[in-house]
């Protein structure tokens, strides 16, 4: 079993940074894919970004390339995302999810999630 909590959501506006945390406890962190995914109000949760459990691999929605980066530290079990130059359009509640196979941008496949951190972007 695994317990992530995410923390670092927040209030910024446009163009501004943000770096979202999600820390893991239970079993071996490190042989866990991570995945980041967000959800909208009215809209379905959607893939944002994930990375394999060597954090040697790394997938990003087209909506956040170049401006997102997934990040993993296997020794303090935590999960990063960076969020740089954001956009209203990134609003949502951001939710972490484990998995121990390989990377992969469907949400049914993951096995763990957090209980998510809000995100809003001002205009």
């Known amino acids: 079993q695994v317990q992530l909590v995410e923390s670092g959501g927040g209030l910024v506006q446009a163009g501004g940074s943000l770096r979202l945390s999600c820390a893991a406890s239970?079993?071996?962190?490190?042989?866990?894919?991570m995945g980041w995914f967000r959800q909208a109000p009215g809209k379905e949760r959607e893939f944002v970004a994930a990375?394999?459990?060597?954090?040697?691999?790394?997938y990003y929605s087209d909506s956040v390339k170049g401006r997102f980066t997934i990040s993993k530290d296997n020794a303090k079990n935590t999960a990063y995302l960076q969020m740089n130059s954001l956009k209203p359009e990134d609003t949502a509640v951001y939710y972490c999810?484990?998995?121990?196979?390989?990377?992969?941008?469907?949400?049914?496949?993951?096995?763990?999630w957090g209980q998510g951190t809000q995100v809003t972007v001002s205009s």
């Open positions: 239970g079993r071996t962190f490190s042989s866990y894919a």
């Open positions: 990375i394999s459990w060597s954090a040697g691999n790394t």
């Open positions: 999810a484990a998995r121990n196979y390989g990377i992969s941008t469907t949400p049914l496949l993951y096995n763990y």
